[in-house]
């Protein structure tokens, strides 16, 4: 137990900082080319927040949160998403009253969800996603598309697949809802249970269930039932993407599983070799901010699974290659020539050059041995002759070659 992380949580560990610190570099280079600057929302909030942000009738709120009272006796949450928070903030900093639109990211966020632990599936996961408030107009649901993209393609992940759709807004959904209740009623009986539960209030969530699903593939379509304003929203949505380049499909089953979502919705999946992945996921949320108390204003963002990126990236062998951890290790032997190197250790990182030297009083063959492993390019050697001539001798480990240079000097030529 006492050594054993929590199930569903993984440690990032050295070995891996490097690919995290990829992705992040991604995510905050595309994003400041295209005007997004980040935020840092809290790792929990109030619950209420979720239930009325992300919406009662949904998975995540009914049976994944992380919810405990605190020692005030508040209802507690830790964030299972990210776009409620950064909501929340938008209106309590009184964001809206800001140039708009007001476009943010965030960059490997942790979100918690107590799912069941498998493949893909942790309980602690982190996302890099993005907000943007203030833009109604589809060309902006294209810039957020097309930034997801860039941020994947960045990271070397191959092979994406786009999937596209409109869910409607809740005047046309309402419409649309009656239908497919009718058309669900008599099937009812043959439904999962949970589908069953969402019969009433929420039945577009039933055609988007893994069980049901394949039963239901003559019901009536969303797409077919738009109202004339997001029946061409989703036509210029599709005008701008072809503008952008962007290859996508219309997947008419993206139903999303966060209540807040109208209009655009979109998933980027790709394959590995346990089968398809969605790695992105993210659209449209006209009615948010309002509904959490702030003047009416649209609002579009994604969601990207760090984790999941990793996973790809290892299945499609493109992980970036680890840093070297040294350029330079000093050898030292005695305590005076400790002292020295300690000096040259310090000149040397000064300089911008990665250096270390012993700590561990170890042999002068181990220190070798030691900086070889480490992958070390120079070993530095300061010992009882050299101190006393004023030089070090500079062993290069790639091509065992040796020579003596005064001490002066050797800062300059590993720099060079
Ligand atoms: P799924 O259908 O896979 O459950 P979701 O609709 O719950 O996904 P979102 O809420 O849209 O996912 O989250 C955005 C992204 O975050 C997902 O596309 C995925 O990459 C990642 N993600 C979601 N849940 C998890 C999890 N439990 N563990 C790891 N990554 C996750
Ligand atoms: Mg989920």
Sequence with gaps: MLTQAPKGTQDMLPKDAHR??????AMRDVCALAGYREIRTPMFEHTELFQRGVGDTTDVV?????????????????????TAGVVRAFIESHMYADPLPAKMYYCAAPNFRY??????????????GVEVFGAKDASTDAEVIRLAMDVLNRCGIDGLKLSVNSIGCPVCRKAYNEKLRAYLEPKL????ETCRDRFQRNPMRILDCKEDAAKLTDAPSMLENLCPECAEHFEKLQAYLSALGLNYEIDPRIVRGL????????????????????????????GLVEELGGPATPGIGFGMGV???IMVQDSQGVAPEAPLLYDAFVVTMGDDARREGLKLVYELRNAGVKADMDHAARSMKAQFKYADKVGAKKVIVMAGDELLGGVVKLRDMEHSTEEIVPRGEIVGKIKG
Excluded at 20 to 25: F, G, L, N, P, V
């Design 307 to 309: 984790e999941r990126m």
């Design 189 to 192: 009986p043959g439904l999962c």
């Design 115 to 128: 799912e069941k632990p498998q493949s893909g599936r942790l309980r602690q996961f982190h996302q890099n």
């Design 259 to 286: 209540d807040y979502y109208t209009k655009t919705v979109f998933e980027i999946i790709t394959d590995t070799a346990n089968g398809p992945l969605t790695v992105c996921g993210g659209g449209r949320y006209d």
């Design 62 to 82: 009914q049976k994944e949160m992380y919810t405990f009272f605190d020692k005030g006796n508040r209802s507690i949450t830790l964030k299972p998403e990210g």
């Design 20 to 25: 995290w610190h990829a992705i992040e570099k």
